[in-house]
């Protein structure tokens, strides 16, 4: 397969190709230590820097990505910020702080950094599982909704609790990651999986990351049981609020086919497809609009 062009718009040009999730990150030396026993959740273990990134993407026919600092390396972002320093026309970021031990000081110290756009937020392990519901986290959603920062939450499960901050804080920006759908799951009917993500749809402040599905079933391109899914998904959020992505060093597939799948979706129409695969995670973060 080669890559090939995205929709042409009517001026001529084209839209953006925008990865809406893609982690990068450094070697593990005691300069620079992993997360202790991380190894084995990492997706790669081995280093991931933004000229591999770079050169998979233009394989790939992708102009652009969010880039997201992964948890294995810490409350880490300085990577994913040289990498936009560098690349800015390439590259934007999500910082990760620590909700627990960090503050609004720390929150403002990273959106004030070049090229962040906001934050992205897990509530996946230990005790950040509880974070939204014992309190830890209400410091950061009324500072992120007065700065007008969108968050990127990770919360397979939580749906409710995601639910209740984005109805009690209805400025702030929120991304359900991943659909909501845990990095464990595999083979499972996805459509009851993803239900309660499709209900807070009604939410306005509410989007959706449609990243990483294809790492969810076993059968191989064009993913036919992801075709619904993606329908429903559109169906209820409508083209702004669904953004497509990969999180690419998870992925079972090359990069070009999770590009593919999306633009091969015979119910989007030429319009639908540049909202999914760019312009909608471009406007709703402000990076180009």
């Known amino acids: 397969m080669t890559a090939r062009p995205a929709d042409r718009d009517e001026g001529g040009g084209r839209?953006?190709?925008?990865?809406?999730?893609?982690?990068?990150?450094?070697e593990d030396t005691p300069e620079r230590p992993w997360q202790p026993g991380s190894h084995a959740?990492?997706?790669?273990?081995?280093?991931?820097?933004?000229?591999?990134?770079?050169?998979?993407?233009?394989?790939?026919?992708?102009?652009?990505?969010v880039l997201v600092p992964p948890f294995w390396e810490g409350n880490r972002n300085d990577l994913v910020e040289q990498a936009a320093v560098n690349?800015?026309?390439?590259?934007?970021?999500?910082?990760?702080?620590?909700?627990?031990?960090?503050g609004p000081k720390r929150l403002h110290e990273i959106l004030g950094r070049p090229g962040a756009v906001g934050v992205r937020l897990a509530f996946t392990r230990g005790e950040a599982l509880n974070w939204m519901r014992d309190g830890?986290?209400?410091?950061?959603?009324?500072?992120?909704?007065?700065?007008?920062?969108p968050v990127m939450i990770f919360a397979p499960g939580r749906h409710q609790e995601v639910a209740a901050v984005a109805r009690a804080h209805p400025d702030l920006r929120i991304t359900?990651?991943?659909?909501?759908?845990?990095?464990?799951?595999?083979?499972?009917?996805?459509?009851?999986?993803?239900?309660?993500?499709?209900d807070m749809a009604k939410l306005p402040n509410v989007a959706v990351k449609a990243t990483a599905l294809p790492c969810v079933v076993s059968e191989p391109f064009p993913f036919p049981s992801l075709?619904?899914?993606?329908?429903?998904?559109?169906?209820?959020?409508?083209?702004?609020?669904?953004?497509?992505?990969?999180?690419?060093?998870?992925l079972p597939c090359?990069?070009?086919?999770?590009?593919?799948?999306?633009?091969?979706l015979d119910f989007l129409s030429p319009e639908d497809r540049r909202w999914l695969l760019g312009r909608a995670i471009s406007r709703w973060l402000g990076w180009g609009f």
């Open 15 to 26: 839209d953006l190709l925008v990865d809406a999730q893609v982690h990068i990150w450094g």
């Open 254 to 264: 090359t990069y070009l086919e999770a590009r593919l799948f999306v633009e091969e």
């Open 176 to 198: 359900i990651d991943h659909v909501g759908i845990g990095t464990d799951v595999k083979d499972v009917p996805i459509l009851p999986l993803i239900q309660p993500v499709l």
């Open 227 to 250: 075709r619904e899914p993606m329908r429903r998904l559109l169906e209820s959020f409508g083209r702004e609020r669904v953004f497509w992505g990969t999180d690419l060093t998870r």
């Open 136 to 149: 830890t986290a209400d410091w950061i959603w009324p500072q992120l909704a007065a700065a007008g920062a």
């Open 41 to 65: 959740h990492a997706h790669i273990d081995r280093p991931f820097l933004a000229p591999e990134l770079l050169d998979a993407m233009d394989a790939a026919g992708i102009d652009r990505a």
């Open 87 to 102: 690349h800015p026309d390439r590259f934007t970021w999500l910082g990760r702080l620590n909700l627990k031990e960090d």
